[in-house]
């Protein structure tokens, strides 16, 4: 079965959980709560790659995450940065696994610490940059631009010296893309299991889903099940989620049908 990501957001401003677990106590029992429901890692970010959001400095980045990754010793954790001081001070405190949206772009330093530390790495495609991405993103053929560009960012991670099996990829669902590019993504995913390496993928409450029915990001739990579902029967391997213990039921039942 898939693996189930868990969003632990430690920040003021993400787009659908903002502000709710920006004290690390709260963002500690959150990721206990998601583990409970069944998550196999969690995702712990402190800046907000929403559309439009602004950066985050490196001094409030560690403060937001590090106690909070302290705080779930012992699980398996992924620390959603571009910082290489970031990754490299929670790689320390026990994450396994740099998720990093840039793909190994935003920070000369990221990828060379990846392969020193020998963590897990996501490369997640992303078209310009938070604050600017959702201003009019066009593409030739989606699919093809965000294969060819992963299949770049796994040369230029082996060529750093990460190892092949470390090397997850993500299509960066609404980074960069309109409803209907996300569409295509989902639609044609198996395509990017050709590369080789796991497929991780974010759909949860994003707005393509309310693209389609108008709903906020927090009525999301209907759309964010169906493309998880779907996403895993493409072939994902890692599914990024906020609500586990829905997914995780539904990813349950899909298996029992599909086997
Ligand atoms: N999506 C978000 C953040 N990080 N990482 C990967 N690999 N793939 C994704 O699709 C992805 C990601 C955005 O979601 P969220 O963390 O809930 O929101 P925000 O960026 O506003 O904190």
């Given at each position: ?72 010793a ?17 790689t ?18 990221m ?66 893309k ?51 579902v ?30």
């Amino acid at each position: 079965m898939a693996k189930l990501m868990g969003v632990v957001n430690v920040t003021p401003d993400s787009f659908s959980d903002g502000g709710l677990y920006l004290d690390p106590a709260a963002a500690v029992a959150h990721g206990q709560e998601l583990l409970a429901a069944g998550a196999d890692l969690l995702d712990v970010g402190g800046e907000s790659t929403r559309p439009g959001a602004q950066p985050v400095g490196e001094a409030e980045e560690l403060r937001r995450v590090l106690p909070v990754i302290e705080g779930l010793a012992g699980a398996a954790i992924s620390v959603d940065t571009s910082k290489a001081a970031v990754a490299a001070a929670a790689t320390a405190a026990g994450a396994t696994i740099v998720n990093d949206v840039t793909a190994l772009r935003g920070d000369p330093g990221m990828a060379p610490l990846c392969a020193e530390r020998e963590v897990t790495v996501v490369l997640m495609h992303m078209l310009g940059e938070p604050r600017t991405m959702q201003e009019n993103p066009v593409y030739a053929d989606v699919v093809g631009e965000v294969r060819s560009f992963l299949g770049e960012r796994i040369e230029f991670a082996l060529s750093a010296g990460i190892a092949a099996e470390r090397i997850w990829v993500d299509p960066g669902i609404g980074f960069g893309k309109t409803a209907e590019h996300n569409l295509e993504l989902l639609r044609r995913l198996a395509e990017l299991g050709e590369l080789g390496h796991p497929v991780v993928i974010g759909t949860s409450r994003k707005s393509f889903i309310g693209s389609l029915d108008g709903s906020d990001a927090r009525e999301r739990l209907g759309g964010t099940i169906a493309s998880t579902v779907l996403a895993a029967a493409a072939g994902a391997e890692v599914l990024r989620v906020h609500d586990v213990a829905e997914v995780r039921q539904a990813l349950t039942l899909a298996d029992a049908v599909l086997g």
